[in-house]
């Protein structure tokens, strides 16, 4: 026993000298290349990782190199062997976590735990192809999910499958070859016409919504930015503008996070505007002081109680004054932000001005969205050519 207690002591002092278990000394296989190991953290947890190359040099620089990444932290993965699900979990968490605001990042979340992975999670990224994708799209489909929610599904696996792209780790992205599911005799977006908004606003003069439906008609703003801006984000002196970062959900638990591009943007007001605002924050004034209890004194459009208001209560108020206007109680408090971007194309505010204005991500979507007005544009254009001769 005492012989082996140096033996047993060395090689407690090697695993501490060398954690990683890894040799210096690449061995060669059978099949003539070579090969070496170390033990590394990895996507799905610390593991025994081997390195192959042609000669014992190649198959140590590599080892060399996943060890230096190692020591920063970095988690290795293997792209021959990284799998669907190791690759949806590492986008989540090292991109889209700081890509896309709360409210997407859960959404993204969610479809990879409940759908994406349990289909695609075991297959390896490099097999991956655009059948699989399809055999997807037809079992959503055939287990009664909305054809346009399983094309948003289709959507986040090619958003992480374009990182993937990207990263080296496959050489195009399957999901873009397969067209996404989408319901065909859904709702297309309304405009209301110039004289149509005119008499929505005039309806709502005087009422608690008329500086709420102002701006959704001349700021283009996303019903959840408007229902969690807050006073200290506009500004009404010199060069009036509001500052949009914020967006309300209320559709379940009200939650409060960043736009849905996750990007901050001014948005410049008029005079006329101007005065709407300020008429609305001395009434508001009036209301909290009237009122027994008042939650939140910092929001512009809150509830009767100083809350986030929710959905369902400016749906309320929209569909009762387009009565008052006598226009149809169908439309969406969405399609006032389609009014005003269509309404501004018309006018002739270039289109990637137009977008900025709408906080689209791109311009690329903004022309998508409204290729119909630019369409109408162009043969109004050609009409008029006619006209003249």
Same mark, same amino acid.
């Given at each position: 026993?005492?012989?082996?207690?140096?033996?047993?002591?060395?090689?407690?002092?090697?695993?501490?000298?060398?954690?990683?278990?890894?040799?210096?000394?690449?061995?060669?296989?059978?099949?003539?290349?070579?090969? +070496?190991?170390?033990?590394?953290?990895?996507?799905?947890?610390?593991?025994?990782?081997?390195?192959?190359?042609?000669?014992?040099?190649?198959?140590?620089?590599?080892?060399?190199?996943? =060890?230096?990444?190692? $020591?920063?932290?970095?988690?290795? $993965?293997?792209?021959?062997?990284?799998?669907?699900?190791?690759?949806?979990?590492?986008?989540?968490?090292?991109?889209? %976590?700081?890509?896309?605001?709360?409210?997407?990042?859960?959404?993204?979340?969610?479809?990879?735990?409940?759908?994406?992975?349990?289909?695609?999670?075991?297959?390896?990224?490099?097999?991956?192809?655009?059948?699989?994708?399809?055999?997807?799209?037809?079992?959503?489909?055939?287990?009664?999910?909305?054809?346009?929610?399983?094309?948003?599904?289709?959507?986040?696996?090619?958003?992480?499958?374009?990182?993937?792209?990207?990263?080296?780790?496959?050489?195009?992205?399957? /999901?873009?070859?397969?067209?996404? /599911?989408?319901?065909?005799?859904?709702?297309?977006?309304?405009?209301?016409?110039?004289?149509?908004?005119? $008499?929505?606003?005039?309806?709502?003069?005087? !009422?608690?919504?008329?500086? =709420? =439906?102002? =701006?959704?008609?001349?700021?283009?703003?996303?019903?959840?930015?408007?229902?969690?801006? %807050?006073?200290? *984000?506009?500004?009404?002196?010199?060069?009036?503008?509001?500052?949009?970062?914020?967006?309300?959900?209320?559709?379940?638990? +009200?939650?409060?996070? +960043?736009?849905? !591009?996750?990007?901050?943007?001014?948005?410049?007001?008029?005079?006329?505007?101007?005065?709407?605002?300020?008429?609305?924050?001395?009434?508001?004034?009036?209301?909290?002081?009237?009122?027994?209890?008042?939650?939140?004194?910092?929001?512009?459009?809150?509830? +009767?109680?100083?809350?986030?208001?929710?959905?369902?209560?400016?749906?309320?108020?929209?569909?009762?004054?387009?009565?008052?206007?006598?226009?149809?109680?169908?439309?969406?408090?969405?399609?006032?932000?389609?009014? /005003?971007?269509?309404?501004?194309?018309?006018?002739?505010?270039?289109?990637?001005?137009?977008?900025?204005?709408?906080?689209?991500? *791109?311009?690329?979507?903004?022309?998508?969205?409204? /290729?119909?007005?630019?369409?109408?544009?162009?043969?109004?254009?050609?009409?008029?050519?006619?006209?003249?001769?």
């Amino acid at each position: 026993m005492a012989r082996d207690l140096p033996y047993h002591g060395a090689v407690a002092r090697a695993k501490r000298k060398n954690p990683n278990r890894a040799g210096t000394d690449a061995r060669k296989r059978k099949d003539g290349r070579y090969e +070496t190991r170390a033990t590394l953290n990895t996507t799905m947890g610390r593991r025994r990782v081997s390195f192959y190359g042609d000669t014992a040099e190649e198959a140590n620089n590599k080892k060399f190199q996943a =060890l230096a990444d190692h $020591s920063k932290g970095v988690l290795f $993965s293997d792209p021959a062997r990284l799998t669907v699900g190791e690759h949806l979990q590492s986008w989540l968490t090292d991109t889209a %976590r700081y890509q896309v605001s709360e409210g997407t990042f859960e959404r993204y979340e969610r479809t990879c735990r409940n759908h994406l992975v349990p289909f695609f999670g075991r297959l390896r990224l490099r097999e991956l192809t655009a059948a699989h994708v399809r055999a997807f799209k037809a079992r959503k489909i055939e287990e009664g999910l909305n054809p346009n929610t399983v094309g948003v599904m289709q959507g986040v696996l090619s958003t992480a499958l374009n990182q993937a792209v990207d990263d080296g780790l496959i050489p195009s992205n399957p /999901a873009s070859r397969v067209k996404k /599911a989408v319901k065909r005799e859904q709702a297309p977006m309304r405009s209301l016409s110039q004289e149509e908004a005119s $008499s929505l606003l005039g309806a709502a003069v005087g !009422t608690r919504d008329e500086a =709420l =439906l102002t =701006l959704a008609l001349r700021t283009r703003m996303r019903q959840g930015e408007l229902a969690a801006l %807050r006073w200290e *984000d506009v500004d009404l002196t010199d060069k009036p503008s509001i500052t949009v970062w914020r967006s309300a959900d209320t559709r379940t638990k +009200t939650r409060v996070s +960043t736009t849905k !591009t996750g990007k901050e943007r001014k948005v410049h007001i008029g005079p006329r505007t101007v005065e709407v605002l300020k008429a609305h924050r001395a009434r508001q004034l009036e209301e909290r002081m009237a009122a027994t209890s008042w939650a939140d004194p910092g929001l512009v459009f809150p509830n +009767t109680k100083g809350k986030i208001r929710r959905r369902d209560s400016v749906m309320r108020s929209l569909r009762h004054l387009l009565e008052e206007a006598g226009l149809p109680k169908n439309v969406r408090f969405h399609d006032l932000r389609h009014t /005003a971007g269509t309404l501004a194309l018309r006018q002739g505010v270039p289109l990637h001005t137009v977008s900025k204005m709408l906080g689209h991500a *791109d311009p690329a979507m903004t022309l998508r969205r409204y /290729a119909h007005v630019l369409d109408d544009m162009r043969e109004d254009a050609a009409q008029a050519m006619d006209d003249l001769f």
